[in-house]
């Protein structure tokens, strides 16, 4: 079992930035596969960003340019770095990692995520 735990979301108004954090039971260093989802009410999770544990990053189209996934070994921390953030931006922001190494590392494959945090609500204002 790995838990994630979430932190630093709450509301920006719109062009602000802000940097999700996400804390792991185990050692992100070792993960495979660490990404960052969010979903809005009626919607389904859509994948944001994500990083292979080669260093390789990968984005959704609608957030290129803006944010950027990162982590800190020594700290244990993966984040999520938002900026110019816009209204469609509003969602619950979830963290989760995958140890499936037959599989890519991208933001797309949200079915091959095997451990989840809470979410947390990023809430971006006009």
């Known amino acids: 079992q790995v838990r994630l735990v979430e932190f630093g979301g709450g509301s920006v108004q719109a062009g602000g930035s802000q940097r999700l954090s996400c804390s792991s039971s185990?050692?992100?260093?070792?993960?495979?596969?660490m990404g960052w989802f969010r979903q809005v009410p009626g919607k389904e999770r859509e994948g944001v960003a994500a990083m292979g544990s080669d260093g390789v990053l990968s984005y959704a189209d609608s957030v290129k340019g803006r944010f950027t996934i990162s982590k800190d070994n020594a700290k244990n921390l993966l984040y999520l770095q938002m900026d110019s953030l816009k209204p469609g931006d509003t969602a619950m922001y979830y963290c989760?990692?995958?140890?499936?190494?037959?599989?890519?590392?991208?933001?797309?494959?949200?079915?091959?995520?095997?451990?989840w945090g809470q979410g947390i609500q990023v809430t971006v204002s006009s």
């Open positions: 989760a990692t995958h140890s499936k190494r037959w599989a890519p590392c991208d933001a797309t494959g949200t079915s091959l995520y095997d451990y």
């Open positions: 185990q050692y992100i260093s070792n993960a495979y596969c």
